[in-house]
């Protein structure tokens, strides 16, 4: 599989660093193994979602019990949960930390994710919501943590968008 398993090792072991006992997620396949890391982790509790919006509720929860989630979807399972993000996390102040594989974006080679690579950030400003580029190796720690932190301070959803060159081992 192209996807790559150290990049996403890295992922993981951030996550873990900032406390994240929760992920949400609907399988895709540039999150594959962070869903298999975080299913194999005791833990780590992993909520399979049927649809993403689900996610919304589950992090909301998760925050109002005292526990830090993250969110792991697709940029169109992103925008399938707008509705929840306006309606509860933006409504209600509920910090999200949303890990969001950037699908259509540069480098992309299936033409049925085109339009939503060309969507994605344009919805993730109209809302207001702070948009990190994941791009290399070097950056992942720091800043994962620092998406989370502005997530709580400012309990507010935040993106952080996986691009191919991160995901990706061609």
């Known amino acids: 599989m192209p996807v790559s398993v150290a990049n996403s090792r890295l992922i993981y072991e951030a996550l873990k660093s900032c406390d994240v006992k929760l992920?949400?997620?609907l399988p895709e396949t540039w999150l594959v193994h962070l869903m298999r890391m975080a299913d194999d982790d005791p833990d780590m509790t992993l909520v399979r979602i049927a649809k993403e919006e689900e996610a919304i509720g589950i992090?909301?929860?998760a925050?109002?019990?005292?526990v830090n989630s993250a969110l792991l979807m697709q940029n169109h399972g992103f925008f399938a949960a707008i509705n929840p993000?306006?309606?509860l996390a933006l409504l209600y102040k509920i910090p999200l930390l949303m890990l969001i594989s950037y699908r259509g974006h540069w480098g992309e080679k299936d033409p049925w994710q085109t339009q939503g690579g060309l969507a994605t950030e344009p919805l993730l400003r109209a809302l207001n919501i702070p948009?990190?580029?994941l791009n290399t190796t070097a950056d992942i720690p720091r800043r994962i943590k620092d998406a989370?932190?502005?997530?709580?301070a400012a309990l507010h959803p935040v993106a952080v968008l996986l691009s191919r060159e991160l995901m990706w081992e061609e």
Request: charged share 0%.
């Open 131 to 133: 948009i990190w580029h």
């Open 85 to 87: 993000i306006v309606s």
């Open 59 to 61: 992090s909301a929860g």
């Open 63 to 66: 925050h109002l019990a005292g």
């Open 148 to 152: 989370q932190t502005l997530a709580h």
């Open 23 to 25: 992920l949400s997620a």
